[in-house]
Structures are given as C-alpha cells and as structure tokens.
Nanobody, 122 residues
C-alpha cells in the first residue's frame, strides 16, 4: 500500500531552521509531482511548495519564497522541505502530497501523508 510519512517537525524559535522529510513507500513516486501543504488551526490548508518528478522545476508560495526550499531524492523515494528564517506564522501541520501535476489545489493530489507539526515561537 502506497504511503507517505513526514518527519522532522518540532518546536523552533523564530529565525531558526528545520528540515522536513517525506518518505514514500509501497510504490515508486519518482514519476509523481511532490508537494508540501500546511494547515494552521482555524485556517484552510494552503500550498507551500512543489517539485517536478525530475526535480528540475520547483514552485513556491509567495509567503515562503526565499526562505523555504523543496528538493527530492528519487533514489531514496524522499522529498525534503528546508525551512529557514522561520516565523511564528509558519506554525502549522505540514503535509506532503503526491500528484500528477504541480498545482496548488489539494484536490489534485492522490496521496497524502499524516502530517508533522511545526511550531515557531516568537
């Protein structure tokens, strides 16, 4: 059974860094677009970043441009989200997702992880 498992979340002070990982299992995700979304309490889920199957193309939300970097290692079936210069407003549960095209719409993604909590203190 195909599965995505996120890790690397935690509590960090504003200005700090975290690297999230999303390990895929049960099938090969090297042909899928991989993305990160996040959802803060009381807010709708929002797109964070996406990466093409080859890793050549990446897309980021304006709110994280210049601070977050998405990457992938297809040999390890893993996608990463390097988060620098974290702000309290980045606090959310972060989810990875796999789909066919790099859109910002959650409904376009076929597989989802269970999420990992990121908390940024001020």
């Amino acid at each position: 059974q195909a599965q995505l498992v996120e890790s690397g979340g935690g509590l960090v002070q504003a200005g700090g860094s975290l690297r999230l990982s999303c390990a895929a299992s049960g099938r090969t995700f090297s042909t899928y677009v991989m993305s990160w979304f996040r959802q803060a309490p009381g807010n709708e889920r929002e797109f964070v970043a996406a990466i093409s199957w080859s890793g050549v193309s990446t897309y980021s939300a304006d709110s994280v441009k210049g601070r977050f970097t998405i990457s992938r290692d297809n040999a390890k079936n893993t996608v990463y989200l390097q988060m620098n210069s974290l702000k309290p407003e980045d606090t959310a549960v972060y989810y990875c997702a796999a789909g066919a095209v790099p859109t910002g719409w959650g409904k376009d993604y076929e597989y989802w992880g269970q999420g990992t909590q990121v908390t940024v203190s001020s």
